[in-house]
DNA sequence: ACGCCATTGCAACTTTGTTGCAAAATATTT
DNA sequence: AAATATTTTGCAACAAAGTTGCAATGGCGT
């Protein structure tokens, strides 16, 4: 149980130099508290900063372990916080996603782990993604 | 037990008309085994079909139920023959995949089972992916 | 405050995906 | 088998998404 990173301490930690473009789109991802697509972060007039800079900050933060990415069936890759000490480029998770058809939101649920698999002969796994869709709990009526 | 239907058979069983870019695609997903992205049909020089035809046919074979979308995180879907009878609009899997991380190659593991997720109150659960990255059995050595 | 190095924005470009429409191919009817 | 109706295809034109090189800017250590 330790107290929560500012903003500006999570980019230090982890070895980046802290600019305007990292702590706005950090901080994008602490307020919304879910995941967030490249496009999500276009659109939200609060970040202006050019398409390429939020390409590169999203992939850094990927490297660094500060976000990890979640896997889609419809080519919008989304991005949510690492809550666990991920190291640069070792990322550890093990809770499952829930993407809303409804409203979009994707979810992180750290509460259900995703369960270990037991492959066939000759496979190794490094990642294990479990993604369920469906309604959330604000959309369902 | 029932005998593979032919590439022809299963278009007609799905009130497709018969097309040369159907059933060559179609078959190329027959043929390979595995799942296929977008860009691997285009780039095979026996199907030299247009790429709007390409994402038309796509889209239509997985309203039809013939083939199913694999998520990853990567913007890249694959998509892969369904095997069970998965109707038009419902389809209804329930096996795992795996995309190898050295060489792409991505499997539906048939004999591995998705597990049910108990989700937190109010979620409602329409479809469950689970994706196992890693090394495949080809590539270990 | 200075200088070095990392980061950013811009421009130009490639790749990926979408839409409307006429031509071609398939299915249906006669 | 031919004529007609319906569907599908390819093309063109476009929109959106992602990449690269480079000069200008801004952060960081001394
Ligand atoms: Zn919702
Ligand atoms: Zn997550
Ligand atoms: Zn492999
Ligand atoms: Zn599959």
Redesign the pocket.
């Known amino acids: 149980m330790h107290t929560q990173l500012s903003i500006i301490d999570t980019l230090k930690k982890h070895n980046?130099?802290?600019?305007?473009?990292?702590k706005n789109i950090l901080s994008l991802f602490s307020q919304s508290g879910n995941a967030l697509a490249?496009?999500d972060i276009e659109q939200t007039s609060s970040a202006e900063?050019?398409?390429?800079?939020i390409?590169?900050?999203l992939q850094?933060f990927v490297e660094k372990g500060i976000i990890h990415t979640i896997p889609s069936s419809d080519?919008s890759?989304r991005y949510a916080l690492c809550k666990d000490e991920c190291a640069a480029g070792n990322h550890h998770h093990n809770h499952i996603h829930f993407i809303c058809d409804n409203c979009g939101i994707t979810y992180c649920i750290d509460q259900i782990t995703v369960p270990k698999i037991q492959l066939p002969q000759g496979f190794k796994a490094s990642q294990t993604d479990l993604i369920v869709s469906g309604t959330c709990n604000k959309c369902e009526q």
Do not use: E, K, W
Request: hydrophobic share 35%.
């Open positions: 980046l130099s802290v600019t305007d473009a990292r490249h496009a900063f050019d398409r390429v800079t390409y590169r900050t850094t080519n890759v």
